[in-house]
């Protein structure tokens, strides 16, 4: 009988949050905040204009500087963490997972000019003892990141691969994070094997300080350059939901809030989501995060009183 009303008092939130999804779910356009770049490699790059960094091993003192990434990744770490203290778990994980997938980019990026130079046997040699490697393993960290797809287009370029570098460098700029001023790593290519090998060792270091304090896993979706932007990710979880695919649509929609934390609807969506996927516990979970940070949120209400009435939390 216990098992029969909490299977009951389930499908009657499910029903009311299903309801709410089509007040506030949305369509998948692509809106970009970042389109005032030159290029999206900052003044550097092969795709558009040659690199004014090309032949100089420093690095420019730009938003591409490496002690300028790095520093704004260490400030975002720490943002995390403070948010952490406040008791903000969800949002400090974002934090950290949008750092670790930016500096694992860069990593990977030096580490395959590494090989691009001759070394190692093969890619797989170049990046033993790293934690991830590959552009959709890093990408899986937080999809809000733009640095996958600009590293990804940074090696293309280097290469003369020009149509492909240009594919990942617009996805790159399409992503609201991208800096407006662009960003220009392409002096990678030009530095030395040594140095490059120091790069790497301290971006190791760098990540591991991050990785320390992200707890949760990455969650995989299909990569695509619409990925950052919240609102595709709750249409595609709806989509995912009419074709009966709760799985993949409890994963677009994990994906919508570790890109904006501070969005209700992305936590109404992933209670949701949750629900439909028969994941009773994170619904809870998600629920309660989602009314810490937006307490009024109608949505949130409705299904918190619909928990309570159904003896699927307390008051």
């Known amino acids: 009988m216990i098992a029969m009303k909490k299977h009951l008092a389930l499908s009657l939130v ?8 089509a007040c506030g779910g949305g369509g998948g356009s692509s809106s970009g905040g970042a389109g005032n770049s030159n290029t999206s490699s900052g003044n550097g790059g092969n795709t558009s204009t040659p690199s004014s960094t090309s032949g100089n091993n420093s690095a420019p003192s730009a938003v591409g500087d490496y002690a300028a990434f790095t520093k704004a990744m260490a400030d975002m770490r720490d943002a995390g963490v403070e948010l952490s ?24 990026a030096v580490e395959y000019i590494l090989w691009l130079k001759g070394e190692g046997g093969s890619i797989e040699d170049v990046t033993e003892g790293s934690r991830y490697a590959g552009w959709d393993e890093i990408a899986a960290i937080c999809y809000a990141s733009p640095y996958p797809y600009y590293f990804e287009g940074l090696l293309y370029d280097v290469q003369g691969m020009g149509d492909e570098a240009i594919t990942c460098y617009t996805a790159a700029i399409m992503n609201t994070a991208f800096p407006e001023d662009g960003v220009d790593f392409y002096y990678l290519k030009n530095m030395e094997i040594a140095d490059l090998y120091k790069l790497r060792d301290e971006l190791w270091e760098q990540e591991n300080a991050v990785f320390a304090l992200l707890t949760q896993f990455p969650v995989v979706i299909e990569r695509d350059q619409y990925c950052f932007f919240p609102e595709y990710l709750r249409a595609k979880s709806a989509e995912a939901i009419e074709s ?20 209700p609807l992305n936590y109404v969506n992933a209670v949701i989501c949750a629900l439909a996927a028969g ?3 994170a619904a809870a979970q998600y629920l309660d995060e989602g009314l810490l940070i937006a307490p009024e949120d109608d949505g949130l209400n409705q299904l918190y009183a619909a928990f309570v009435s159904l003896g699927g939390a307390s008051e």
Do not use: E
Not at 14 to 21: G, I, K, N, T
């Open 14 to 21: 499910l029903l009311l949050a299903l309801s709410l999804a």
């Open 85 to 108: 203290v406040k008791g903000l778990t969800f949002q400090a994980q974002s934090l950290y997972a949008f750092s670790g997938s930016s500096l694992s980019s860069l990593r990977y």
């Open 279 to 281: 994941d009773p516990d």
């Open 244 to 263: 009966g695919d709760h799985t993949a649509a409890f994963a677009f929609a994990r994906v919508a809030v570790i890109n904006d934390c501070f969005d």
